[in-house]
Each structure stands twice: as C-alpha cells, then as structure tokens.
C-alpha cells in the first residue's frame, strides 16, 4: 500500500516546493495536488522539480473547461521532466462551477468523460507509437497531428489516468476506462469499497469483455492523528463540523444508508436549507464520529489505518498536519504503516 499526503487548497506556487520536499523527507510516497484555489499543473510541475523520488499526482484536474489536447500536452511534459512521476487525476465538478466559475460549456459528464480519456489515450499512442491521430466523438475531435508538433516519445512508461467518482455511473466508468480510482472523503468506510465500489469498479472493468488490470484505488479518510489526547480531541471536534458539512449534501448519502443513518443526512440538509448552519454538528454524535473518523496518537492511528485498509485500497492518504514539531512521530508512523500496510 502506498502512501500520500496531501496539498491543501490555499498552498500555492510560492509555498508548494517547501510543502513537497517537507512531504517527501517524511517519507511519503506521493503527494495528491488539488484544483480549486490554484492551478494543479502549475503546482504539480513546481512539486515534481521540487523533488527527486516523490510521485505527484492531480486530484483531481478539473477536465471539462480544458481541450483533451493541452491536457496531453502538459501531462506528457510533466511525466518525461520526473521520469515517471506524475499521475493524471481527472474530474468532471458540477454544472455551476463548470458554467458559472470557468465560463465553459457543461453536458452531462459520464459520456463526455468516455470520450476525454479516450481522446488521451488515443494522443498519448499517436506520440509514443507514431500512429495516426485519429479520435472523433460527439464531444471531441483530434485528427491533426503534424510531426512538427509531436514530442518524443516517453522513456519512462505511459501517463496512469485516475477519475475522481461519487456516482455510481462515474464509479463504473473508472473501472472501464481508467487506471485508478480515487474516492471522495464521505466514501472511504472499508465497508462500503468493499460492498458499493469494487463492485462498480469490477463491472465497469467487464463491460467491453477485454482482460484489463483492476484499477488502482486511492482512498483519503477523514482521520484525526496527534501527539497527545488534548490534539486529538480539539481535531475531532474540527472534524465533526466537516463531517457534519459534507453529509448535508445529498449526493454523500449514500455512506449513511449504507449504515442506516439516511435519516441524519435529511437533518443535515434541512438544517443548511434553515440556515441552522452552527447546528450541524449535533447531527453528527460519537458512534457516527468514531466510525467514519478514526482516530488515535501518530502510531495508534498509522495502526488503526492499516488493519482497515490492508488488502482494500492500493494507496491510502495519511494526514499531514501543519505543525512540523510533530514531524519525527509523523515519519515514524509512515514507516510503520508502510511496512505493515
């Protein structure tokens, strides 16, 4: 099992290297760059610089209000500039951002998704094989690729192409279509990867009949670490209030019924639509807290991970926390959880 850390929304291009080389040092083996303050290339290329063995990863790149083929192009850059260090995270994010933030065009995004790795895939083979650019869909189009503009191709193996999924449609298009997975905080319970998403992942994988590896699957639960049960108390509080957020939408529902807490999503969501918004973490008592929330010192909770999470995720995300006085118990736990994961 591998291990990631990941970047926080609001570290950005003056701060990611010290961030990158800090989660390498600890000894982690990748770092998840998100796309919401700042640009995800950007900063995945200043973390990949940055650093000599760490995997970075875009999770997820928002993909829509791109062109399939400056994805290509950067993705390609970023995997031959670290030999092989860069995974490509896509996502789809909702119609409003989509529309409303980035000024693009929105359609509904499981078919168009389709298309978007598939026109990936079919550029990344016209620059390593030689073949004809040859893709034509209802969404995208590339059939024009002079040599002029054709890179080398990668000494360092191919671009792995990982979809970020809530849905159950979406989920089953990562197992057709994908290398990898990587799961929403609200959907990382052992529990429902094994019942809800391997399930998914397995029938998309089945759908064209061909043989193909099972995705990869990256989970990143809601986890409270610290160096004593003051930290970690005051974190769990902090942490109610996020769950407390996150399960008032109702596309994280599914988790709670899985559980039979459906009910404490309703509230949730009734209590935003009042705006009772100080109030949603009473929804959100200790036994719904402990088992969505584990929790414990840096070794407990490096340990509590691993007999969750041993032969169910292929790379799990281990929190980082922003005080490096808790560094040295911080590496010892990666080490420990790499060794025993």
């Known amino acids: 099992m591998k291990i990631f850390a990941n970047t926080g929304q609001r570290v950005g291009a003056r701060a990611i290297a010290q961030h990158a080389q800090r989660v390498e040092r600890l000894g982690y083996d990748g770092l998840n760059v998100p796309e919401a303050v700042h640009d995800g ?3 995945s290329s200043l ?8 995997h970075v990863a875009t999770s997820v790149l928002v ?3 791109r062109s399939p083929m400056t994805t290509a192009i950067a993705a390609w850059d970023l995997q031959h ?5 860069f995974l490509l995270g896509l996502g789809a994010q909702v119609r409003g951002n989509v529309e409303n933030r980035y000024g693009a065009a929105w359609s509904p995004p499981l078919g168009r998704m389709r298309e978007y790795v598939g026109a990936l895939r079919a550029t990344f083979q016209c620059w390593q094989e030689g073949s004809k650019l040859n893709f034509e869909g209802q969404h995208y189009r590339l059939t024009r690729m002079q040599p002029f503009f054709a890179p080398e191709p990668l000494p360092c193996g191919p671009i792995p192409i990982i979809l970020g999924a809530v849905g159950p449609r979406m989920t089953a298009l990562a197992g ?3 290398d990898g997975l990587v799961t929403h905080p609200t959907n990382t319970h052992p529990r429902y990867l094994r019942e809800v998403i391997q399930p998914r992942l397995a029938d998309g994988a089945a759908r064209d009949g061909r043989p193909r590896r099972p995705p990869t699957l990256t989970v990143a639960p809601i986890c409270v670490g610290g160096r004593d049960a003051t930290t970690i108390a005051a974190r769990r509080e902090e942490k109610r209030q996020s769950l407390a957020f996150l399960f ?4 994280y529902w599914p988790s709670l019924e899985l559980f039979g807490w459906g009910e404490r999503g309703r509230e949730l969501h009734r209590r935003t639509r009042e705006n009772r918004w100080e109030s949603l973490a009473e929804v959100i008592d200790d036994e719904m807290l402990d088992t969505f929330v584990p929790s414990g010192t840096w070794d407990e909770l490096a340990d509590r991970l691993g007999e969750l999470y041993r032969g169910v995720a292929d790379t799990l995300v281990f929190p980082l926390p922003a005080d490096p006085d808790e560094d040295t118990a911080l590496a010892r736990a990666i080490a420990r959880l790499r060794r025993d994961g």
Request: glycine fraction near 4%.
């Open 176 to 178: 057709e279509v994908a």
């Open 47 to 54: 973390a990949l610089q940055a650093t000599h063995r760490l």
């Open 248 to 251: 008032s939408t109702p596309a």
């Open 63 to 65: 993909a829509f209000t």
């Open 81 to 85: 500039f670290s030999n092989g260090r």
């Open 41 to 43: 290339l950007l900063l």
